[in-house]
Nanobody
Framework: QVQLVESGGGLVQAGGSLRLSCAAS????????TGWYRQAPGMQRELVAS???????NYADSVKGRFTASRDNGKNTVYLQMNSLKRGDRSLYYC?????WGQGTQVTVSS
């Protein structure tokens, strides 16, 4: 059974940084599209960043220039580096290794 294990969430002050990781197992990771999504309470899940198997990235306008998605196929892991965090970034962040979802990791940004 495919397993995605997320880590790196937590509490950070506005302007700070966090790095999320998502380690995949029992899946042919290198050929899978990957992405990071987030869902705030009462809101729909939204795409934050996507990264194809070839490494091409796409970002939501709200995070462009602040967040960077990357992947290490040798480690079956996808990352999301989040800099200059804002209170509006507070959310539950999910990784996706198509078509599977991680369990989510909470990011909280304090003022």
């Amino acid at each position: 059974q495919v397993q995605l294990v997320e880590s790196g969430g937590g509490l950070v002050q506005a302007g700070g940084s966090l790095r999320l990781s998502c380690a995949a197992s029992r899946i042919n990771f290198s050929i899978r599209a990957t992405g990071w999504y987030r869902q705030a309470p009462g809101m729909q899940r939204e795409l934050v960043a996507s990264i194809t198997s070839g490494g091409s990235t796409n970002y939501a306008d709200s995070v462009k220039g602040r967040f960077t998605a990357s992947r290490d196929n040798g480690k079956n892991t996808v990352y999301l580096q989040m800099n200059s965090l804002k209170r509006g970034d507070r959310s539950l962040y999910y990784c996706k290794v198509a078509p599977c979802w991680g369990q989510g990791t909470q990011v909280t940004v304090s003022s």
